[in-house]
């Protein structure tokens, strides 16, 4: 099981009313329901993750969260969850807008593209990073913002939404003892709760 997925099981609370936003094959909300006992939806645009929720035994709805959510009432959902997606959407900000108006709680996760490998292949080739966690090119990436933990600060700041936790994730041990002291440069994900209270 994903690292970043147990994080997000600890924040959310047992028996919340949850959306997941990108919920992929809805592997994670089977997990909440099962570990938390939480209640809710995916919504996915893909047909083939979306056939995978239904063999997951997992709510989903095919929708395009580019539109916004106006389809759901202000503060529907105890939590709102985005993992690994916001990046690959035109206006981030106005999906966390959105994703706070309703929801009490948001939890986001994204692939920090500050970190130093990303910083290192760009600086000695002159190319956009590929790696493990980035394995496209630059011609072919679903992502079309790349973001650092300083830039979704900043994001968060400017929304008027507050930062209720922070995790960084590192695969290899020295950048688990060193991104606590520079999450921006050692931190390969990221992981906020955030809300507008």
């Not at 089977?30 to 995916?42: A, I, S």
């Amino acid at each position: 099981m994903r690292l970043d997925y147990s994080i997000v099981a600890n924040w959310v609370a047992n028996g919340s009313q949850v959306l997941d936003l990108g919920c992929g094959d809805g592997v994670l909300l089977k997990r909440l329901e099962q570990e938390k006992n939480t209640h809710g939806y995916g919504l996915e645009i893909d047909p083939e993750k979306i056939l995978r929720c239904v063999q997951n035994d997992v709510n989903v709805i095919e929708f395009d969260i580019e539109g916004g959510l106006s389809s759901f009432a202000d503060k529907r959902f105890d939590t709102v969850i985005m993992s690994q997606a916001i990046q690959t959407l035109k206006r981030p900000d106005q999906a966390l807008a959105e994703m706070l108006r309703v929801g009490r709680e948001c939890i986001i996760t994204f692939p920090n593209f500050g970190h130093w490998k990303a910083r290192l292949m760009l600086a000695t080739k002159g190319r956009m990073p590929v790696s493990d966690l980035l394995p496209y090119e630059w011609y072919n990436t679903p992502n079309i913002h790349f973001c650092t933990f300083k830039d979704f600060d900043q994001m968060c700041k400017d929304i008027g939404a507050r930062v209720i936790n922070r995790e960084v994730i590192a695969t290899n041990s020295w950048g688990q003892s060193l991104r606590g002291m520079c999450p921006n440069l050692f931190g390969e994900t990221a992981l906020y709760r955030v809300s507008k209270d």
